[in-house]
């Protein structure tokens, strides 16, 4: 390690006009190192990354690479300074070969053309590097590949722009276990090359397994650094911080958990196998796995959105067969997408049309739309002023809302109907600290009220410390269930489906 | 949301070879006729030339809205643009052989201004594609109509010699599109600008984090997209000796160039598709209009039923998409 | 528009009332145009221009409910041509035939407005090119219908709509039919789209399709009732337009990009979500008062075409500034 780290980011600042992302963080990262970079969902991790990489601009603080100071002002001038950054969210294009998304925006020419050959021959080498060069051919399309084939043109893309710093952000969340073990093998050698990797995760696996350094973010801080790697429970404690009790509400006693409101058996689509379930009133269940693993498909398939090809499914008892959201909803389900934004909003209407829509959706079309049998104005604003929803005015487009406030709101529309199953999806991501504790016990009144919630989430602390019950998917199939003593290793060792691995 | 089954399996993607399939039942379909009705003479190669030349106009105008697709824009103006540039092709030319080459050096200044206002107001002013160029339409189809109001100027019989003029049995105008399909290809397959539009077309943002000047890319396809029509007005004037203000919005050739791309398996998000397909379409279209005529339809019918048709065939694409549309 | 560009409105700036800069435009075109021509001023001025301004006011609030639920109808012109043709070859001067024939065209456009929407919705194809090809079509139904050049004339009965006033009222003394027609279709529609459910799951469908359907929206059921919605206010601007000009077979074309330049001088959110049918029918006002000026002042019929390109293009650019004023 030489004396001048490779990037060095002092004192960085961050607010955005309804939370405070980052105070005062520092973080450096020199050659020859991976610094594993872990905190909860929304600690901030991800805000920090794009300052690093000219996503976003600090309000104060610096940006350092190789000891000079750097502004960057577009994504541009930090992939030019040797800043490679690999998203969770994919920045390929489906249409386009592997060569061509390799060399996006660069392509080698001769005499002015596009040098095709050299193209191909050099993403040869590059995904020879890391051992994929049998499964994943330079000219197959993109969309042709699978997640975890998509995940490796990623990196090597990364790695085709000899980038001196590579941030990888929970690179592993769509990998298997032998894919996770290529891609850690990578990470070494890249280390002995000389590169700087910033890895962020939350997995302590990964962290023992990879890490030279730790640093723990919490609520947009620096909780905790170290430059050896911890014992996992150092960093899990560093992590979660507060005290859990007062963050989650108290868990349901035997007592409040009812009789099974929604069942589920052998059911199956395109994305799901075997699946038999219960859903009972008043009990929250989490659902733990992996990306991929078919969370997301279940929760749709019991809202009608994919339906189940296959198996039955009762409703209080009575065999129901749902083929659409509506049928879903008119038969007492309800459910928060995870993708608030393109899923649920309606940025242009206000706060109370969003909590009145599904109310109006299944009243008469002609029927004011100032009241109707569900709710009407008055009804909708006691609703939003009993969930918290801090708005100027109901008359407010919804744009202007906080992430957390449009979740409440969200939630009220489903209030109105009072549904027996209400299926939450990711539902505090991109909400900040406090908001999030009151979205769970949101969560946990309404199951005191006797419905049966359903809570899909990919942030284990959130799974462990809100749910009464945990169900973990893999693969499309349901991989085991555990009580909400369960320990995050557990966990994942039956999202992985590995044995004897040590978080 | 990113949940997705872990493996893929690599399936047949019927809409990579829709066109060809599009395209040898047409094919297969006019023969039928062909031999049902019992008019073999129609199945010559004189007739085979025949067939594609009536195509001309809408194979150049086609090939610029290739363009203009691929990057995830579209082009309603090429109509308009197509009546002025005829115009202006026969009133400058005016029967003199001596001033062919100024005119067809005005048409393309014409063509080449229009493709960079419609570039313009949709990359720096951030208007809708569509309504841009439906309004760059209507400002030259005013300009045009308050000149002009009937057929203006005429075209020297030498210059008629691009619609007319053959090798053989082909005619000139006829490679002439094949030619420009060819350069298109080669631009799209090997250049750097080429590589740029099918990245701008396939995701914007990726394309701008890539270091790709992506409104400069829209705005060089719209320049070629209007070329293109501009071309098409030159043909166009020489093939009907004059030129007149309302021949671009009687061959539709707005909606027929845009409903040809399509059928030719370019997708109207971007990104995806290219030359041979547009080709393969308009050769599709040329043979629904033969099977007209030797079904002997009559002209207003062939009118409803082509209409039908283009917006069957892009349901043809269009039903499988997931994506909501407008 | 100022009020909403503000990112966290105030208490004191959300009771100003947000006028919507088309109502201003409107009241300063028709200074201009009284300042230029004073006879304006006078009962048979304006109520002239009213009438003439009717077809085009109830076509575009009808237009406004399908851009409102995120597509574009191109084929309301030719609608517009079908019905004014359909009726005169029905017709054959025959006064009582108006009784059948209006509810009948009303079907008809119903019929077309269905397939519209079962085309854009099932179908997925594009609202642009769905219309434009229904358009195409109706075009050539209705040339075929009238075999090229049109024959029957359309009744008195028929033309009352869009002809006919009533004369010797004290204070306007004169009060055309079709403007009592702007006034009851314009208050059915705004009722439609500002005070029912309906209305509401529109703005949603256009605002984020996706989501609607989430939320329980039956969203092919209200994008296709759009069509027809649009379809019918279409055929109802064909019989007046019918009235007030005659019979001709291209009487149509071009309201269908007048329709969307009056929605979008209205305010009117292209690809959905916002809209106001009251602004709208302003929009309809400003254009056909910008027309009458253009006229004023000796400009030729193509000047037209023209400004309205330039106004298309210049509202919709002057949206996009305004909401990237407003951030986010």
């Known amino acids: ?503 | 949301m990113t949940d997705t089954p872990l493996s893929t399996p690599r399936r047949f993607r019927f809409e990579r070879h829709a066109s060809t399939i599009l395209l040898v039942s047409a094919v297969a379909l006019y023969i039928a006729l062909i031999i049902i009705m019992g008019q073999t003479r129609f199945l010559t190669l004189e007739n085979l030339v025949a067939i594609l030349g009536r195509s001309i106009t809408l194979g150049i105008t086609a090939i610029g809205q290739t363009f203009a697709i691929l990057v995830a824009s579209i082009d309603l103006s090429v109509a308009s643009l197509i009546s002025a540039s005829a115009v202006v092709t026969s009133v400058v030319m005016n029967g003199d052989p001596a001033m062919m080459l100024p005119a067809v050096l005005a048409v393309l200044a014409l063509g080449a201004v229009v493709g960079l206002a419609n570039g313009l107001v949709i990359t720096k002013l951030e208007v809708n594609p569509l309504i841009a160029t439906l309004g760059m339409s209507l400002i030259i189809q005013g300009v045009l109509s308050y000149y002009y109001n009937n057929f203006a100027g005429n075209v020297p019989v030498e210059f008629q010699v691009f619609a007319y003029g053959t090798v053989g049995i082909v005619p000139f105008s006829l490679m002439f599109m094949f030619v420009l399909a060819g350069c298109a290809w080669f631009v799209l397959r090997f250049s750097r600008f080429g590589s740029d539009v099918y990245s701008v077309g396939g995701n914007k943002d990726a394309a701008r984090l890539a270091g790709i000047k992506t409104d400069r890319v829209v705005i060089g396809a719209h320049v070629i997209c209007s070329l293109c029509a501009a071309i098409a007005g030159i043909y166009l004037a020489s093939r009907l000796r004059s030129g007149a203000p309302w021949i671009g919005a009687e061959g539709v050739y707005d909606l027929e160039s845009i409903a040809v791309v399509v059928i030719g398996g370019t997708v109207l998000a971007g990104g995806r598709g290219g030359i041979w397909g547009t080709i393969a379409g308009v050769i599709i279209f040329s043979l629904i209009d033969s099977i007209f005529n030797v079904a002997g339809v009559d002209a207003f019918v062939k009118q409803v039923l082509r209409g039908i048709i283009i917006v069957a065939a892009v349901a043809f694409y269009a039903a499988r998409s997931k994506r909501p549309v407008a | 528009m100022s009020a909403q560009s503000l990112p966290q409105p105030t208490a004191a700036t959300r009771r100003l009332p947000r006028i919507n800069p088309v109502y201003v435009l409107v009241v300063a075109l028709i200074l201009a145009i009284i300042v230029m021509n004073p006879a304006f001023g006078e009962p048979t001025g304006y109520m002239n221009f009213l009438k003439r301004v009717t077809a085009l006011a109830i076509l575009s609030a009808g237009a406004l409910y399908v851009i409102v639920s995120g597509g574009f109808d191109l084929s309301v012109g030719s609608i517009m041509t079908l019905t004014v043709i359909g009726s005169s070859m029905l017709a054959s001067n025959d006064p009582n035939s108006t009784y059948w024939i209006i509810p009948l065209m009303l079907g008809i456009g119903a019929v077309i407005g269905l397939i519209n929407g079962l085309v854009v919705s099932y179908l997925k194809v594009p609202s642009l090119i769905a219309t434009l090809g229904m358009m195409i079509t109706l075009n050539g139904v209705a040339f075929m219908w009238s075999g090229g050049a049109p024959r029957g004339y359309l009744p008195d009965t028929f033309r009352f709509f869009g002809r006919y006033n009533i004369t010797d009222i004290p204070v306007i003394s004169l009060l055309p039919i079709a403007v009592i027609c702007l006034v009851v279709f314009g208050v059915i529609l705004w009722w439609g789209m500002h005070r029912t459910n309906f209305g509401r799951m529109l703005h949603a469908v256009g605002d984020n399709q996706q989501a609607a359907r989430l939320a329980g929206v039956p969203v092919e059921r209200v994008r296709i009732s759009a069509f027809v919605v649009s379809a019918l206010t279409a055929v109802l601007a064909g019989v007046i337009l019918g009235g007030r000009a005659g019979v001709s077979v291209d009487i149509g074309s071009g309201f269908e990009l007048q329709a969307i330049t009056a929605a979008v001088i209205g305010g009117a959110q292209l690809l959905g979500g916002r809209g106001s049918v009251p602004a709208t029918i302003a929009g309809a006002l400003a254009l056909e008062a910008i027309f009458t000026l253009l006229n004023l002042l000796g400009l030729a019929q193509p000047v037209r075409l023209v400004v309205q390109g330039l106004i298309l293009i210049g509202a919709v650019a002057f949206a996009t500034y305004q909401r990237k004023r407003a951030g986010r």
């Open chain 1, 1 to 503: 390690m030489s004396d001048v780290p490779t990037i060095e980011m002092r004192g960085i600042s961050k607010s955005f006009p309804a939370v405070k992302a980052l105070r005062g963080v520092s973080f450096t990262c020199s050659k020859g190192e991976v610094h594993a970079l872990c905190g909860e969902n929304g600690a901030g991790k991800s805000t920090l990354i794009k300052i690093l990489s000219g996503v976003y601009r600090p309000d104060s603080g610096e940006v350092l690479i190789d000891g000079q100071e750097q502004h960057f002002k577009h994504p541009q001038e930090a992939l030019l300074a040797g800043i490679s950054v690999i998203y969770q969210e994919f920045s390929l294009l489906p249409e386009r070969t592997v060569a061509q998304n390799l060399f996006l925006g660069r392509e080698p020419t001769k005499n002015g053309l596009i040098d095709n050959k050299a193209m191909v021959a050099e993403t040869q080498r590059v995904l020879g590097l890391f051992g994929v060069r049998h499964r994943i051919e330079p000219e197959t399309l993109v969309a042709d590949l699978d997640v975890a084939s998509q995940q490796m043109v990623e990196i090597a893309k990364a790695i085709s722009l000899n980038a001196k710093v590579i941030v990888m952000d929970e690179p592993t969340a769509a990998l298997n276990e032998a894919e996770c073990e290529v891609l850690f093998s990578l990470v070494d050698q890249l280390r002995a090359s000389g590169t700087a990797i910033v890895y962020i995760t939350h997995r302590m696996r990964e962290v023992t397994r990879l890490a030279n350094r730790v640093t723990v973010i919490k609520d947009g801080e620096v909780t905790a650094s170290f430059d050896h790697v911890p014992a996992p429970d150092v960093i899990v404690r560093a992590m979660v911080g507060r005290d859990i009790s007062e963050y989650y509400p108290e868990p349901a006693t035997a007592s409040e958990i009812g009789p099974v409101v929604l069942s589920v058996s052998g059911g199956g689509n395109a994305a799901l196998r075997d699946i038999n379930l219960e859903l009972r009133s008043g009990e929250i269940v989490g659902f733990a796995g992996l990306q991929g693993a078919g969370r997301t498909p279940l929760a749709m398939a019991l809202f009608g959105a994919a339906p189940f090809t296959s198996g039955t499914m009762t409703l209080d008892g009575k065999a129901v067969h749902l083929t659409s959201p509506r049928d879903a909803i008119r038969a007492g389900i309800g459910m928060l997408p995870g993708d608030r934004k393109a899923q649920a909003l309606f940025l242009m209407q206000s706060v109370r049309d969003n909590g009145m829509l599904t109310a109006r959706s299944f009243a008469g079309i002609f029927g004011g739309h100032r009241a109707n049998r569900f709710t009407d104005l008055n009804g909708m604003n006691a609703l939003l002023d009993q969930m918290k929803v801090r708005a100027p005015s109901y008359e407010q487009e919804m744009r202007f809302l906080s992430g957390g406030n449009q979740q409440k709101a969200i939630v009220a529309r489903w209030l109105a109907l009072r549904p027996k199953v209400l299926i939450f999806i990711e539902p505090t991501r991109g909400i900040d600290v406090d908001a999030k504790a009151s979205i769970y016990h949101l969560m946990r009144d309404l199951a005191r009220a006797g419905t049966a919630v359903m809570m899909v989430s990919s942030d284990l602390p959130e799974i462990l410390g809100a749910s009464d019950r945990i169900v973990v998917m893999r693969e499309g199939r349901i991989a085991g269930e555990f009580g909400r003593s369960a320990t995050e290793a557990e966990l994942m060792l039956a999202a992985t489906g590995e044995t004897g691995v040590a978080a």
